[in-house]
């Protein structure tokens, strides 16, 4: 678990996953907060997800987390890593907060949260992020935690994109 200032970010285990799948009142009543019921935009991503989890068990630690918003006992989000990390101890950061907790600060304490964790895991010695090729809230975000931008790529899913790393130091 990662915890910062007002965020509780749990890692997915089988009984998570479960829960997930079995529904938002299931989920509330595992975990013990508010679940509202938009708490995530990428629904659809969770089975498979949960499939590629539990084949390849080094993940458990470099994939899915739930966002708490301690404050308020409440889901609001997911992210995680996008993977282990690789070869060169590169590691990528993903996340999301449902839109009536953006723009108070929770983005950035949550991508510096993850950040930390990751360097501070044995291995890790890069960190990268992607945001649309647009300056946006994610950008301030990355720019604020040190996050460079290296090089603009075209994704076939998502479109022209920014590419953020953060070497450790």
Known sequence: MILTPNLRIVPCDDTLFDAIRMGNNT?????????????????????????RWKAHPPLRDWWVYLIIHVPDNML?????????PD???????????????????????????????A????????????????????VRILEKIGFKQTEDITDSDEG????????RK
């Open 27 to 51: 989920l509330a009543r595992v975990m013990g907060v508010n679940v509202p019921k938009k708490w995530t935009e990428f629904r659809d991503t969770f089975t498979p997800s949960y499939h």
């Open 76 to 84: 609001i989000g997911s992210c995680g890593y996008k993977g282990e």
């Open 87 to 117: 070869a060169s101890g590169m590691v990528e950061i993903g996340y999301e907060i449902m839109p009536s907790h953006r723009l108070k600060g929770l983005g950035l304490e949550l991508a510096k949260g993850l950040t930390e964790h």
């Open 119 to 138: 360097l501070a895991q044995p291995g890790v010695h890069k960190i990268l992020a992607h945001t649309v090729r647009e300056e946006n809230a994610s």
């Open 160 to 167: 022209p994109l920014w590419r953020w790393e953060l070497a």
